[in-house]
């Protein structure tokens, strides 16, 4: 499970591209526990909290939109699952990137721990804006370039959890996956410019770097489902790699005593 | 419309999705760490 650590970092006429231990100081499993045991609480109860407070709040203590009326409050699910949903795949390949290039086998497990969280949330963006969209725009359903792209997010996901999971069965060096992780991503840039590449059904970016469109009264909630979210989602992926890494520890002492 | 029954669909989707992936990722790492230690403890 381990082998393969990274021998040579990228190097250039001057010497290595980035510090070696700069790199590396993660990837070591023993390492990297030390640092997860501690963290996943505190990434996860923070979560619940945050996402409890932000959607009680979005549903009793904000007015209703003036134009979309009481279904705007459906934003506080939908535009944090959407979030999650990118980041994830983001991650997996900045993850299959790293197995790519330093071979750590930490990054697929990374990789493969991101994949049924991001799936959810992709799914969960899915779903609340389908619910959204009817009483919105007066159907659940569009082939609008905002939702068609996130539905194929939805399916690449899908489809790098059989890759994924095929391959660790398999034991390998699973670099199909990885290679599909990194490919993938270029669906990402897809999913944020669809609004105005084809302006059909969904509306353009109401939350950017330089502001929001949205009044304060209605957008105060949404900072805390979103960090909640995100905290979460961090200790479930973490809850994830240490599930990996000990039935990977396990399968190895197995084989070690059946082999004594 | 009444908007609200959307509103709380959408929430419940949320809510028990969320809850159901961390549920299940927190006892497979349990579970997994349990056997790991027993296994280590046996050494």
């Known amino acids: 499970m381990f082998r393969g650590w ?26 990297f526990l030390s640092i997860a045991r501690p963290l996943t609480p505190w990434l ?27 279904s705007v409050r459906i934003m506080y699910a939908h535009v ?29 497990v ?14 969960i963006c899915l779903l609340t804006g389908s619910i959204w969209g009817r009483p919105t725009w007066g159907t659940w359903w569009e082939w ?32 199909v996956s990885a290679i599909f992780g990194v490919v993938g991503a270029a669906n990402i840039p897809i999913i944020h410019y669809s609004v105005e590449w084809w302006r059909t059904l969904h509306q353009g970016q109401s939350i950017g770097l330089a ?34 890494l000990a039935e990977a520890k396990v399968e190895a002492r197995l084989k070690r005593m059946a082999s004594e | 419309m009444n908007h609200w029954p959307f509103i709380i669909a959408a929430y419940a989707i949320t809510i028990v999705g969320t809850l159901a992936v961390l549920g299940a990722s927190f006892v497979r790492m349990r579970r997994a760490e349990r056997r790991a230690d027993a296994l280590t403890r046996r050494d």
């Open chain 1, 44 to 70: 996860g109860w923070p979560g619940l909290l945050l996402i409890a407070t932000g959607l009680v709040s979005g549903l009793f203590l904000t007015p209703p939109d003036y134009l979309q009326g009481e």
């Open chain 1, 110 to 123: 990374a990789a493969r721990a991101i994949a049924v969280p991001g799936a959810l949330f992709a799914a």
């Open chain 1, 80 to 108: 944090p699952a959407a979030w999650l949903g990118m980041a994830g795949w983001s991650g997996i390949a900045v993850a299959s990137l790293m197995q790519l290039i330093w071979r750590h086998p930490l990054a697929a």
């Open chain 1, 211 to 244: 502001g929001s469109k949205i009044d304060g009264s209605i957008l105060w909630p949404l900072p805390l489902t979103t960090l909640g979210f995100t905290l979460l989602f961090a200790a479930i992926v973490l809850m994830r790699m240490r599930a990996m």
């Open chain 1, 144 to 175: 609008d370039g905002r939702l068609t792209s996130m539905l194929v997010l939805f399916f690449l996901y899908i489809a790098y959890i059989a890759l994924s999971s095929a391959g660790a069965e398999r034991g390998s060096n699973d670099r």
């Open chain 1, 6 to 31: 990274p021998s040579r970092p990228l190097r250039t006429a001057r010497g290595p591209l980035i510090p070696r231990r700069a790199v590396h100081i993660f990837a070591n499993p023993a390492r």
